[in-house]
């Protein structure tokens, strides 16, 4: 098929869903893809190279795509000083105490769930877990996970709605937004008296010592409800879609626990959670073939990315001894995902516990999966994920259930 009849469109909800062929598509057709939506023209780059080339040059592709104070929405010099100061909230020694607490409530959520031989996986397992890991690295209460998932669910509502025109679901996010700022801005004032040795504590130790702005800091943490709560949910659901589909690789993890690690890698790959980055050029720059023009928006297409044949071989395939190395799903160069290494950490020890108390995974034939088609037409997953799943025996478990930390358990408090 020529190019010139190819079409794609980000909104349309069966590329969303599966846009894989698309990629491949537009890689062999139309590698920057000229398209139009309701703002106007926009390029989609979708080789791995270009991609990557891209990413290494905030100097021409800018990441200014709204006026708000978002690591997302910042260029060097302001987003390298911002950076800068949040990170000290993800070093090792900060994370590494949260350990115990995600195997506890990874656990904690496994019980009901294997107990009831299975269910929607999403809301029993991917949704909850992540608003409980961020919840804790921010040193925010149990009692407030129900509110905070909520608020970032229809704030990633929100970003879709807007895309569509869809006024009413606008709204009803924008008063989210409001209601999620105006709780952590609450919980952040509480912290700067005296912060804790955590990484909520760090972060208002910044405000109050004027390292960075208290706006940008309660922006940073609204970021960390939106965007780590829906990728990491991604990369739970569709690790779990991958078990499911191919019933010998759970096999093949227990028997080899150090592969868990290359699991989630390509995982990542293969289903990228975030399929999509949104940049401006700030002058005309050539990409392959095509030069963009100034002021142009671009997409770049980290799942298609992440699936080029130039730099993956045989991309299609779920292979666990790939090379991983080098994909995209967290980003590259400036912008680089600052919470990869705790979504990560929460990958490891999720499906560590599954991989442990399962003996199987099957999808659940009477109740059809849904995939995420309502968010900012970034990301990949499941807003339902319905499983059977059977139990393993407790004397097969090796202990995993014996003496675990208590849920909520934070060894910083």
């Not at 060097?76 to 607490?101: I, K, Q, W």
Request: aromatic residues 6%; negative net charge.
């Amino acid at each position: 098929m020529a190019a010139e009849t190819l079409r794609f469109d980000p909104a349309d909800t069966r590329i969303q869903t599966d846009p894989f062929e698309h990629y491949r598509r537009l890689q062999c057709e139309a590698p920057v893809y000229r398209g139009r939506d309701g703002s106007g023209d926009v390029y989609l780059v979708s080789r791995y190279d270009d991609v990557v080339a891209a990413l290494r040059d905030p100097g021409t592709f800018s990441s200014r795509t709204a006026p708000i104070p978002m690591l997302l929405c910042l260029d060097p010099p302001e987003h390298t000083r911002l950076r800068r100061a949040v990170s000290r909230a993800f070093l090792p020694r900060v994370l590494a105490p949260l350990a115990p607490g995600i195997e506890s409530r990874a656990h904690a959520l496994l019980d009901p769930f294997l107990d009831a031989g299975g269910g929607d996986f999403v809301a029993a397992f991917a949704a909850p877990l992540p608003i409980a890991v961020i919840a804790d690295l921010l040193g925010l209460p149990p009692a407030d996970h129900a509110f905070l998932r909520a608020g970032a669910e229809a704030s990633i509502r929100g970003f879709g709605a807007g895309l569509r025109g869809d006024a009413q679901t606008m709204a009803e996010a924008a008063e989210a937004m409001i209601g999620l700022r105006d709780h952590l801005q609450r919980a952040i004032e509480a912290m700067k008296a005296d912060p804790p040795d955590h990484a909520g504590g760090r972060l208002a130790a910044l405000a109050r010592d004027d390292e960075a702005d208290q706006d940008e800091i309660i922006a940073f943490c609204q970021l960390l409800f939106v965007a780590g709560h829906e990728t990491t949910l991604g990369l739970l659901g569709s690790g779990v879609d991958i078990l499911a589909r191919e019933p010998g690789l759970l096999e093949r993890l227990r028997s080899e626990p150090e592969n868990v690690e290359r699991f989630v890698e390509e995982v990542l790959r293969l289903r990228s959670p975030l399929q999509r980055v949104f940049r401006i050029t700030t002058r005309d720059v050539a990409v392959g073939d095509t030069t963009i023009p100034a002021g142009s928006r671009v997409v770049l297409l980290i799942g298609a990315a992440n699936r080029d044949p130039a730099r993956f071989p045989d991309p299609e395939r779920f292979d666990l001894d790939r090379d991983t190395r080098g994909h995209l799903a967290f980003g590259f160069g400036t912008h680089v995902c600052i919470g990869s290494p705790l979504a990560r950490l929460e990958g490891r020890i999720a499906f560590r516990a599954i991989i442990e108390r399962c003996e199987g995974i099957a999808f659940d034939e009477s109740d059809a999966p849904v995939p995420i088609t309502d968010g900012t037409l970034s990301e990949f997953g499941w807003r339902r994920l319905p499983v059977r799943v059977r139990a393993r025996h407790p004397d097969h478990t090796d202990g995993a259930r014996r003496d675990r930390p208590r849920a909520g358990h934070h060894p910083s408090r």
